[in-house]
């Protein structure tokens, strides 16, 4: 079965600076996709990025990027610039590409942002 | 834009008792599930449901829980009868059909069984 593991159960990092969370994963499926979603207090959850596997150019989305690593089975996020708004849960999710489409979660990592 | 909702965003309920959530996907999406969240921990799968059938369920779909498309807009999970460890966030989520993964996430449901 395949599974998700977030290694970091808390993160800080200083207004502006840059901070990585790490991702990985288990699974031997080829074709997959790979998300991190943000949950903020009010608790709902906000797509940040996903990744298509068979894609080799890691993904990026303004101030949030990834490090792709396939043959790790690695899928970090790099916030840059962080902003106050950043401090939330962040979830690292795998889904197969072959299923319906259950997402499988990782524990998370609550990333506070200091001022 | 668009986005899915969900009602109500908080419920309470006594242990035994019924309860119904409500969502309403993303118009034009084919695909919809229900995960949840015990406070604390990760978001688990519950359901996913196609084509006016469920289409996949987890060990934690047991016969207490069914899903319902009672109209071409609502899309309704259902707890027979409450236990106290079915106090959760319950979240609703569609995607628009095959080759477009990315699954959009309500807000979120609070049930709190007593």
């Known amino acids: 079965a395949q599974t998700v593991t977030q290694s970091q159960p808390e993160m800080s990092v200083q207004e502006a600076e840059t901070v990585t969370l790490s991702c990985t994963y288990d699974?031997?499926?080829?074709?997959?996709?790979l998300f991190w979603y943000k949950q903020p207090p009010s608790r709902q959850m906000i797509l940040v990025i996903r990744?298509?596997?068979?894609?080799?150019q890691n993904a990026t989305e303004n101030r949030f990027s990834v490090n792709f690593q396939k043959a790790a089975k690695s899928f970090s996020l790099k916030i840059s610039d962080s902003q106050l708004g950043d401090a939330a849960m962040y979830f690292c999710?795998?889904?197969?590409?072959?299923?319906?489409?259950?997402?499988?979660f990782g524990k998370g990592t609550k990333l506070s942002v200091k001022p | 834009e668009p986005e899915v909702t969900q009602t109500p965003s908080h419920q309470v309920t006594q242990m035994g008792q019924e309860v119904i959530l409500r969502c309403v996907p993303i118009?034009?999406?084919?695909?919809f599930y229900w995960y949840r969240q015990i406070l604390g921990q990760k978001v688990e799968f519950l359901v996913s449901?196609?084509?006016?059938?469920?289409?996949?369920k987890s060990e934690i779909f047991d016969d207490q829980f069914s899903v319902e498309r009672p109209d071409g807009s609502n899309f309704t999970l259902k707890i027979r009868s409450t236990k106290l460890e079915d106090s959760a966030m319950y979240f609703c989520?569609?995607?628009?059909?095959?080759?477009?993964?990315?699954?959009?996430f309500g807000p979120g449901t609070r049930l709190l069984v007593l």
């Open positions: 699974t031997s499926e080829s074709d997959y996709y």
């Open positions: 118009s034009n999406h084919l695909y």
């Open positions: 999710a795998y889904l197969d590409g072959g299923s319906q489409g259950n997402l499988i």
């Open positions: 990744q298509e596997a068979y894609k080799q």
């Open positions: 989520a569609s995607r628009p059909g095959h080759n477009q993964e990315t699954q959009y």
């Open positions: 449901f196609y084509n006016n059938e469920i289409s996949e």
